[in-house]
Antibody, heavy 119, light 107 residues
Framework: QMRLVQSGPEVAEPGTSVRVSCKTS????????VQWVRQTRGHRLEWIGWVVLVTGNTDYAQKFQERLTITRDMSTTTVYMELSSLRSEDTAVYYC????????????WGQGTMVTVSS | SYELTQPPSVSVSPGQTARITCSGD??????AYWYQQKSGQAPVLVIY???KRPSGIPERFSGSSSGTMATLTVSGAQVEDEADYYC??????????FGTGTEVTVL
């Protein structure tokens, strides 16, 4: 059973960047992908973007296009989400979630990483 | 931008049926997925591809989709089903979108 383990909480100043990692217990080829989702306090889930593991191809939500980078490291089976030009509104819990092989469902989730943007 | 609209809240008595709707223009051509999220926890998939139930999800959870509306039904709701529920789909460009979320109360 694949597991996702995310890095610990982060505190970052406005205007800086933060990188959150998502360690997978295994990579499965084909159409496996990892997406990132965030949730501000008391608010809905928000889709950020995803990466196809075998190709590294990415797709981002329009609102994050200018300051988001999602990458993966095949050697360590880790996916990274980096968000730059941080502002207070980026304070949220960030989740990674995976779908394996031919599955269309993101059914494996990490535990979440709290990112706080504050001066 | 593309929106998936859900009712803010649904309230049922234990044993009754809860129905949560999700409205979106692309749903006739895109699958709907449903997630349950309890306070302080990561979301859990309860329905995928409109009406399929992952292993381990109770049979009281079912899904359907018709036209621009997808529906999650909890038949015989239990107190432990109290949670926020989110529909999820993709837009015409293949980008992910979550619904506005529905708080389900069972009391």
């Amino acid at each position: 059973q694949m597991r996702l383990v995310q890095s610990g909480p982060e505190v970052a100043e406005p205007g800086t960047s933060v990188r959150v990692s998502c360690k997978t217990s295994q990579f499965t080829f084909g159409n496996s992908a990892v997406q990132w989702v965030r949730q501000t306090r008391g608010h809905r889930l928000e889709w950020i973007g995803w990466v196809v593991l075998v190709t590294g191809n990415t797709d981002y939500a329009q609102k994050f296009q200018e300051r988001l980078t999602i990458t993966r490291d095949m050697s360590t089976t880790t996916v990274y989400m980096e968000l730059s030009s941080l502002r207070s509104e980026d304070t949220a819990v960030y989740y990674c979630a995976a779908k394996l092989g031919a599955s269309t469902a993101f059914d494996i989730w990490g535990q979440g990483t709290m990112v706080t943007v504050s001066s | 931008s593309y929106e998936l609209t859900q009712p803010p809240s649904v309230s049922v008595s234990p044993g009754q049926t809860a129905r949560i709707t999700c409205s979106g223009d692309a749903l006739p051509k895109k699958y709907a997925y449903w997630y349950q999220q309890k306070s302080g926890q990561a979301p859990v998939l309860v329905i995928y591809e409109d009406n399929k139930r992952p292993s381990g999800i109770p049979e009281r959870f079912s899904g359907s989709s018709s036209g621009t509306m997808a529906t999650l039904t909890v038949s015989g709701a239990q107190v432990e089903d109290e949670a926020d529920y989110y529909c999820y789909s993709t837009d015409s460009n293949g980008k992910g979108v979550f619904g506005t979320g529905t708080e389900v109360t069972v009391l």
